[in-house]
Protein backbone atom coordinates (compact mmCIF):
# COMPACT_ATOMS: atom_id res chain seq x y z
CA UNK A 1 0.00 0.00 0.00
CA UNK A 2 0.99 3.70 -1.12
CA UNK A 3 0.17 6.14 1.41
CA UNK A 4 0.38 9.66 1.58
CA UNK A 5 -0.61 11.46 4.89
CA UNK A 6 -2.16 15.09 5.11
CA UNK A 7 -1.34 15.98 8.77
CA UNK A 8 0.66 14.41 11.73
CA UNK A 9 1.30 15.97 15.23
CA UNK A 10 4.30 13.66 15.93
CA UNK A 11 7.08 16.52 15.07
CA UNK A 12 5.56 18.53 18.19
CA UNK A 13 4.80 15.39 20.36
CA UNK A 14 8.42 14.38 19.67
CA UNK A 15 10.02 17.78 20.29
CA UNK A 16 7.85 17.97 23.76
CA UNK A 17 8.48 14.97 25.35
CA UNK A 18 12.45 14.16 24.54
CA UNK A 19 11.30 10.93 21.65
CA UNK A 20 12.64 10.77 18.38
CA UNK A 21 11.28 10.18 15.09
CA UNK A 22 12.80 6.77 14.20
CA UNK A 23 11.14 5.14 17.01
CA UNK A 24 9.01 6.55 19.86
CA UNK A 25 6.08 5.02 21.83
CA UNK A 26 3.65 7.09 19.97
CA UNK A 27 1.24 6.81 16.97
CA UNK A 28 3.34 7.33 14.09
CA UNK A 29 7.22 7.06 13.80
CA UNK A 30 9.55 6.25 10.91
CA UNK A 31 10.10 2.33 11.48
CA UNK A 32 6.41 1.75 11.62
CA UNK A 33 5.92 3.96 8.07
CA UNK A 34 9.05 2.46 6.19
CA UNK A 35 6.51 -0.42 5.47
CA UNK A 36 4.68 1.22 2.63
CA UNK A 37 5.45 1.07 -0.81
CA UNK A 38 5.34 5.10 -1.35
CA UNK A 39 5.12 6.96 1.76
CA UNK A 40 4.60 10.82 1.46
CA UNK A 41 3.91 12.40 4.82
CA UNK A 42 3.20 16.18 6.07
CA UNK A 43 4.11 16.65 9.84
CA UNK A 44 2.97 19.74 11.02
CA UNK A 45 5.01 22.37 13.41
CA UNK A 46 2.19 23.03 16.29
CA UNK A 47 1.96 24.75 19.50
CA UNK A 48 -1.13 25.79 21.58
CA UNK A 49 -0.78 28.86 23.72
CA UNK A 50 -1.63 27.26 27.00
CA UNK A 51 1.01 24.73 26.74
CA UNK A 52 3.10 24.44 29.78
CA UNK A 53 6.46 25.47 29.49
CA UNK A 54 5.87 26.71 25.83
CA UNK A 55 8.30 29.58 25.42
CA UNK A 56 5.56 31.02 22.79
CA UNK A 57 4.32 30.04 19.74
CA UNK A 58 6.69 31.86 17.63
CA UNK A 59 9.76 30.07 19.43
CA UNK A 60 7.95 26.30 19.72
CA UNK A 61 7.72 26.87 15.97
CA UNK A 62 11.78 27.67 15.65
CA UNK A 63 12.29 24.69 18.10
CA UNK A 64 10.71 22.20 16.05
CA UNK A 65 11.63 23.09 13.01
CA UNK A 66 15.44 22.53 13.61
CA UNK A 67 14.74 19.52 15.63
CA UNK A 68 13.09 18.57 12.52
CA UNK A 69 15.58 19.20 10.27
CA UNK A 70 18.13 17.54 12.98
CA UNK A 71 15.79 14.31 12.69
CA UNK A 72 16.10 14.58 8.81
CA UNK A 73 20.16 14.62 9.26
CA UNK A 74 19.98 11.84 11.33
CA UNK A 75 17.39 9.53 9.73
CA UNK A 76 18.15 9.91 5.94
CA UNK A 77 18.29 6.49 4.92
CA UNK A 78 14.41 6.15 6.13
CA UNK A 79 13.23 10.08 5.16
CA UNK A 80 13.97 13.21 3.51
CA UNK A 81 12.57 16.67 3.34
CA UNK A 82 11.07 17.52 0.58
CA UNK A 83 9.80 20.82 -1.06
CA UNK A 84 8.08 19.86 -4.35
CA UNK A 85 6.57 17.23 -5.49
CA UNK A 86 9.27 16.22 -8.30
CA UNK A 87 11.47 15.79 -4.60
CA UNK A 88 9.09 13.23 -3.30
CA UNK A 89 9.19 11.72 -6.76
CA UNK A 90 12.93 11.25 -5.92
CA UNK A 91 12.85 10.30 -2.70
CA UNK A 92 10.25 7.54 -3.97
CA UNK A 93 12.31 6.13 -6.57
CA UNK A 94 15.37 5.77 -3.75
CA UNK A 95 13.15 4.01 -1.48
CA UNK A 96 13.02 6.48 1.18
CA UNK A 97 9.80 8.65 2.23
CA UNK A 98 8.77 11.96 1.33
CA UNK A 99 8.28 14.43 4.73
CA UNK A 100 6.16 17.45 3.81
CA UNK A 101 6.03 20.36 6.74
CA UNK A 102 3.14 22.26 7.24
CA UNK A 103 2.38 24.94 10.52
CA UNK A 104 -0.90 24.51 12.22
CA UNK A 105 -1.74 27.85 13.00
CA UNK A 106 -0.32 30.93 11.49
CA UNK A 107 0.17 32.62 15.04
CA UNK A 108 3.37 30.46 14.90
CA UNK A 109 4.19 32.90 12.24
CA UNK A 110 3.35 36.04 13.27
CA UNK A 111 0.52 36.27 10.94
CA UNK A 112 2.70 38.27 8.81
CA UNK A 113 4.21 37.89 5.70
CA UNK A 114 7.44 38.11 7.15
CA UNK A 115 6.87 34.69 9.19
CA UNK A 116 4.96 33.39 5.97
CA UNK A 117 8.23 34.02 4.05
CA UNK A 118 10.70 32.33 6.58
CA UNK A 119 8.18 29.37 6.52
CA UNK A 120 8.67 29.37 2.95
CA UNK A 121 12.53 29.48 2.86
CA UNK A 122 12.07 27.10 5.85
CA UNK A 123 10.77 24.22 3.61
CA UNK A 124 6.96 24.78 4.84
CA UNK A 125 4.37 23.92 2.03
CA UNK A 126 1.07 24.55 3.87
CA UNK A 127 -0.29 26.27 6.27
CA UNK A 128 -3.31 25.91 8.75
CA UNK A 129 -4.65 29.53 8.60
CA UNK A 130 -5.97 28.88 12.59
CA UNK A 131 -5.83 26.31 14.77
CA UNK A 132 -8.71 26.55 17.54
CA UNK A 133 -8.12 30.58 17.89
CA UNK A 134 -9.03 32.90 16.18
CA UNK A 135 -6.71 35.01 15.28
CA UNK A 136 -5.61 38.49 13.07
CA UNK A 137 -6.27 36.33 10.03
CA UNK A 138 -9.54 35.06 10.90
CA UNK A 139 -11.89 33.16 13.28
CA UNK A 140 -11.79 29.69 13.95
CA UNK A 141 -14.65 27.08 13.92
CA UNK A 142 -14.59 26.99 17.85
CA UNK A 143 -13.48 30.99 18.38
CA UNK A 144 -14.99 33.94 16.65
CA UNK A 145 -16.63 31.17 14.26
CA UNK A 146 -19.07 33.77 12.48
CA UNK A 147 -15.50 35.62 11.24
CA UNK A 148 -14.11 35.08 8.22
CA UNK A 149 -10.64 36.29 6.09
CA UNK A 150 -9.25 39.88 7.52
CA UNK A 151 -8.15 41.60 4.73
CA UNK A 152 -4.32 40.64 6.46
CA UNK A 153 -5.91 37.06 5.99
CA UNK A 154 -6.31 37.68 2.31
CA UNK A 155 -2.95 39.48 1.92
CA UNK A 156 -1.90 36.19 3.55
CA UNK A 157 -3.68 33.85 1.40
CA UNK A 158 -2.14 35.71 -1.68
CA UNK A 159 1.03 35.20 -0.98
CA UNK A 160 0.92 31.59 -0.26
CA UNK A 161 -0.33 31.57 -3.59
CA UNK A 162 2.66 33.38 -4.87
CA UNK A 163 4.87 31.35 -3.23
CA UNK A 164 3.58 27.99 -4.37
CA UNK A 165 2.37 27.38 -0.29
CA UNK A 166 -1.11 25.27 0.21
CA UNK A 167 -4.02 27.34 2.40
CA UNK A 168 -5.16 24.59 4.46
CA UNK A 169 -8.79 25.39 6.14
CA UNK A 170 -9.17 22.43 9.16
CA UNK A 171 -10.09 24.61 11.75
CA UNK A 172 -11.04 27.39 10.27
CA UNK A 173 -13.89 29.30 10.83
CA UNK A 174 -17.36 28.27 8.18
CA UNK A 175 -16.84 31.96 6.81
CA UNK A 176 -13.05 31.92 6.55
CA UNK A 177 -13.84 28.43 4.84
CA UNK A 178 -15.53 30.38 1.88
CA UNK A 179 -13.83 33.60 1.91
CA UNK A 180 -10.30 30.91 1.08
CA UNK A 181 -12.51 29.61 -2.08
CA UNK A 182 -13.32 33.35 -3.07
CA UNK A 183 -9.54 33.87 -2.59
CA UNK A 184 -7.21 31.10 -3.26
CA UNK A 185 -7.05 30.57 -7.24
CA UNK A 186 -6.13 27.05 -7.27
CA UNK A 187 -6.55 23.95 -4.96
CA UNK A 188 -6.56 24.19 -1.12
CA UNK A 189 -6.69 21.74 1.18
CA UNK A 190 -8.97 20.61 4.66
CA UNK A 191 -6.01 18.14 5.78
CA UNK A 192 -8.25 16.78 8.63
CA UNK A 193 -11.34 17.37 8.51
CA UNK A 194 -14.00 15.04 7.96
CA UNK A 195 -18.12 15.42 7.30
CA UNK A 196 -20.38 17.61 9.48
CA UNK A 197 -23.50 15.39 7.81
CA UNK A 198 -22.15 12.21 9.60
CA UNK A 199 -20.48 13.85 13.36
CA UNK A 200 -22.03 17.51 13.86
CA UNK A 201 -18.84 18.71 15.09
CA UNK A 202 -18.01 21.92 14.37
CA UNK A 203 -14.10 21.14 13.23
CA UNK A 204 -16.11 18.75 10.30
CA UNK A 205 -17.08 20.09 6.75
CA UNK A 206 -20.54 20.62 5.89
CA UNK A 207 -21.67 19.08 2.47
CA UNK A 208 -21.77 22.30 0.37
CA UNK A 209 -17.91 22.71 1.31
CA UNK A 210 -17.69 18.80 0.23
CA UNK A 211 -18.71 19.90 -2.75
CA UNK A 212 -16.77 22.67 -3.23
CA UNK A 213 -13.68 21.09 -2.62
CA UNK A 214 -14.50 18.64 -5.61
CA UNK A 215 -15.76 21.55 -7.88
CA UNK A 216 -11.76 23.20 -7.21
CA UNK A 217 -9.88 19.98 -7.28
CA UNK A 218 -9.08 20.60 -3.69
CA UNK A 219 -8.64 17.77 -1.10
CA UNK A 220 -10.09 17.18 2.22
CA UNK A 221 -7.96 14.34 4.80
CA UNK A 222 -10.46 12.13 6.80
CA UNK A 223 -9.31 12.64 10.31
CA UNK A 224 -8.91 9.52 12.55
CA UNK A 225 -9.70 11.30 15.75
CA UNK A 226 -13.38 10.14 17.56
CA UNK A 227 -14.66 12.89 18.09
CA UNK A 228 -15.13 13.80 14.78
CA UNK A 229 -16.23 10.77 13.27
CA UNK A 230 -18.37 9.91 16.63
CA UNK A 231 -17.76 8.32 19.74
CA UNK A 232 -17.14 4.93 19.84
CA UNK A 233 -16.64 4.66 16.22
CA UNK A 234 -14.31 2.20 14.68
CA UNK A 235 -12.84 1.91 11.11
CA UNK A 236 -16.46 0.99 9.63
CA UNK A 237 -17.39 4.67 10.49
CA UNK A 238 -14.00 6.01 9.03
CA UNK A 239 -15.21 4.41 6.11
CA UNK A 240 -18.94 5.68 6.69
CA UNK A 241 -17.01 9.57 5.83
CA UNK A 242 -14.72 8.44 2.98
CA UNK A 243 -18.09 7.21 1.20
CA UNK A 244 -20.09 10.34 2.14
CA UNK A 245 -17.04 12.56 0.30
CA UNK A 246 -17.82 10.02 -2.64
CA UNK A 247 -21.25 10.33 -2.42
CA UNK A 248 -20.69 14.42 -3.13
CA UNK A 249 -18.52 13.56 -5.76
CA UNK A 250 -15.22 13.48 -4.05
CA UNK A 251 -13.42 10.89 -5.97
CA UNK A 252 -10.64 12.87 -6.53
CA UNK A 253 -10.95 15.04 -3.41
CA UNK A 254 -10.99 12.65 -0.85
CA UNK A 255 -7.56 11.65 1.04
CA UNK A 256 -6.30 10.49 4.63
CA UNK A 257 -5.23 13.35 7.03
CA UNK A 258 -4.90 11.04 10.25
CA UNK A 259 -4.03 13.14 12.96
CA UNK A 260 -2.19 11.01 14.27
CA UNK A 261 -0.26 12.16 17.58
CA UNK A 262 -3.06 14.44 17.88
CA UNK A 263 -5.59 11.72 18.26
CA UNK A 264 -3.31 10.13 21.59
CA UNK A 265 -5.65 7.20 22.80
CA UNK A 266 -8.77 8.78 20.96
CA UNK A 267 -7.96 6.47 17.66
CA UNK A 268 -11.07 3.92 15.66
CA UNK A 269 -11.65 0.93 17.21
CA UNK A 270 -8.66 -1.39 15.47
CA UNK A 271 -6.45 1.44 14.81
CA UNK A 272 -3.39 2.16 17.22
CA UNK A 273 -1.01 4.83 14.84
CA UNK A 274 -0.03 4.50 11.36
CA UNK A 275 1.23 0.50 10.76
CA UNK A 276 -2.78 -0.27 11.14
CA UNK A 277 -3.94 2.42 8.09
CA UNK A 278 -3.82 -0.45 6.11
CA UNK A 279 -7.56 -1.67 7.52
CA UNK A 280 -9.07 0.91 6.32
CA UNK A 281 -8.19 0.00 2.59
CA UNK A 282 -9.15 -3.40 3.72
CA UNK A 283 -12.77 -2.09 4.78
CA UNK A 284 -13.13 -0.34 1.56
CA UNK A 285 -12.58 -3.47 -0.47
CA UNK A 286 -14.61 -5.02 1.75
CA UNK A 287 -17.26 -2.83 0.40
CA UNK A 288 -16.13 -3.13 -3.45
CA UNK A 289 -14.03 -0.15 -4.17
CA UNK A 290 -11.67 -0.72 -6.69
CA UNK A 291 -8.21 -0.70 -5.85
CA UNK A 292 -7.75 2.02 -8.50
CA UNK A 293 -10.46 4.08 -5.88
CA UNK A 294 -8.19 3.19 -3.40
CA UNK A 295 -4.98 4.23 -4.59
CA UNK A 296 -6.62 7.46 -5.25
CA UNK A 297 -7.72 8.16 -1.71
CA UNK A 298 -4.57 6.75 -0.26
CA UNK A 299 -2.20 8.25 -2.50
CA UNK A 300 -2.97 9.93 -5.43
CA UNK A 301 -5.19 12.56 -4.62
CA UNK A 302 -3.10 14.43 -1.98
CA UNK A 303 -0.35 13.66 -4.55
CA UNK A 304 -1.77 15.33 -7.37
CA UNK A 305 -2.17 18.41 -5.25
CA UNK A 306 1.17 19.14 -4.10
CA UNK A 307 2.67 18.60 -7.82
CA UNK A 308 0.10 21.31 -8.69
CA UNK A 309 0.81 24.05 -6.22
CA UNK A 310 4.27 23.08 -4.69
CA UNK A 311 6.82 23.13 -7.41
CA UNK A 312 9.45 25.66 -6.04
Known amino acids: MDLFDGHCDTVSRCWGRGWRLRSNPGNLDLERGSRFGAWGQFFALFAAREDPGTPGVE?????????????????????VHCRTGAEAKAAFAAGKGAAFLSVEGAELLGCSLEGLDWAFQAG???VNLTWNYANALSGSCMEEPERGLSPQGRAFCRRMGELGMLVDVSHLSDAGFWDVAETVEGPFLATHSNARALCPHPRNLTDEMCRELARRGAVAGINLFRDFLGEGAGVEAVADHIEHFLDLGGAGSVALGGDLDGCGDRLPGGIAGVQDLEIIAEELLRRNYPEELLHAICF?????????????
Open 59 to 79: AACRGQYAFFQREMAQNGDRM
Open 124 to 126: VRA
Open 300 to 312: DNLMRVVNQVCTM
